[in-house]
Nanobody, 125 residues
Framework: QVQLAESGGGLVQPGGSLRLSCVVS?????????MGWFRQAPGKEREFVSA????????IYLDSVKGRFTISRDNAKNTVYLQMNNLKPEDTAVYYC?????????????????WGQGTQVTVSS
């Protein structure tokens, strides 16, 4: 059974940084799986944040986080990361990772069967 576990969220002041981690267990195919991060703010729909191809060579980002967030992965640890710098109040949300499909067109399609429980990020002074 594939399980995804996010961690690293918390309360941070505007301008601060956090690094989220997502550990994938039960998936022998992690090293050949594309991974993505999504977020959901209260009262809003879940939105795409970033994705990385299985080799790590291709990454995509939501426009509003470009230059501030960096996605990376360590296939030896079955882990994908999201480094978030210069955080803003509008980044406040529950962040989820997903094991999905990264298309050459630059789009990422999440797999509805592979969501973690999420980790809360709150940016507030």
């Amino acid at each position: 059974q594939v399980q995804l576990a996010e961690s690293g969220g918390g309360l941070v002041q505007p301008g601060g940084s956090l690094r989220l981690s997502c550990v994938v267990s039960g998936a022998r195919f992690f090293s050949t799986s594309d991974m993505g991060w999504f977020r959901q703010a209260p009262g809003k729909e879940r939105e795409f944040v970033s994705a990385i191809s299985w080799r790590g060579g291709n990454t995509i980002y939501l426009d509003s986080v470009k230059g501030r967030f960096t996605i990376s992965r360590d296939n030896a640890k079955n882990t994908v990361y999201l480094q978030m710098n210069n955080l803003k109040p509008e980044d406040t949300a529950v962040y989820y990772c997903n094991l999905g499909t990264f298309y050459n067109s630059g789009a990422f399609r999440p797999n509805p069967d592979y969501w973690g429980q999420g980790t809360q990020v709150t940016v507030s002074s």
